[in-house]
């Protein structure tokens, strides 16, 4: 099927049922881009920051980039005047690098915080230990030029059914318990970030309001950019 039908089955789909989509776009042309966005999408995933920099400097203005893939801190300054979102934040470091230059470009920030879901450890993300040490950080209150919007996380790479949906179910009454602990008054902690083109069925049953579809919208990547090795991960 082409990249226009693609979006409009999947916004068929998932707009009814308050499901947000993200159109993850890593390794994709302009021209790819161009064809989804004429269909109507406007919300746009990248995980490198120099190929999200170079794609918004050439695409039309109204698209929302959201940063998916972990992000470096001597990063953050290139995406900071447009990002829409990052929902790749895993340290009070990040995040206070993100507020530092929202602040500088007079921005809110949104954010999400990646929660570390699966079965590997060759993935990015707090675990709930971390989480609940970052939201009681004394410096957390203190951040007035970003909002953290909710949670987000990627579950193992496996066909096992089980495995995945207790994942995503586990990120669920995470996400519930947080919003209830630390975010009871503000109405902005509501996005939850989980599903991918091979499981985002099972997040959205499982409670995602928010799905990153790559291949299902633009069809096989060449590079797999988002499987990190763990040597990687000593980077930042
Ligand atoms: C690449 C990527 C996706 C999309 O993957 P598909 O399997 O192509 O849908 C979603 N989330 C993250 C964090 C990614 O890096």
Redesign the pocket.
């Known amino acids: 099927m082409s990249i226009a039908t693609n979006i409009e089955t999947l916004q068929a789909e998932l707009k009814p049922i308050g499901v947000t989509l993200v159109a993850?776009s890593?390794t994709k042309s302009n021209e790819d881009i161009m064809l989804a966005y004429e269909a109507g999408q406007r919300i746009f995933?990248e995980?490198m920051v120099q190929e999200m920099v170079a794609k918004a400097e050439s695409l039309p203005k109204d698209i929302e980039w959201h940063q998916?893939?972990h992000l470096q801190t001597n990063k953050v300054k290139y995406i900071a005047p447009f990002v829409a979102m990052i929902?790749?934040v895993d340290s009070i470091k990040i995040l206070k690098e993100i507020n530092k230059h929202a602040l500088r470009h007079d921005r809110v920030i949104d954010c999400l915080l990646q929660v570390h879901i699966a079965d590997e450890d060759n993935k990015f993300g707090l675990d709930h230990a971390e989480l609940i040490e970052l939201l009681r950080d004394e410096e957390f209150s203190t951040l007035e030029n970003v909002r953290v919007r909710g949670l987000?996380g990627?579950a193992t790479n496996t066909d096992n059914e089980k495995v995945i949906k207790e994942e995503f179910y586990e990120l669920k009454m995470l996400f519930d318990g947080i919003k209830t602990s630390f975010f009871r008054k503000e109405d902005s902690f509501d996005t939850l970030s989980m599903g991918?083109?091979?499981d985002?069925q099972l997040a959205i049953a499982n409670g995602s309001n928010l799905v990153?579809?790559?291949?299902?919208i633009f069809g096989k990547?060449i590079v797999?950019?988002?499987k990190l090795n763990s040597s990687d991960k000593a980077e930042d």
């Open positions: 993850v890593k995933g995980n998916i893939g929902e790749s987000m990627i991918m083109s091979s985002y990153r579809l790559g291949s299902t990547r797999k950019h988002y």
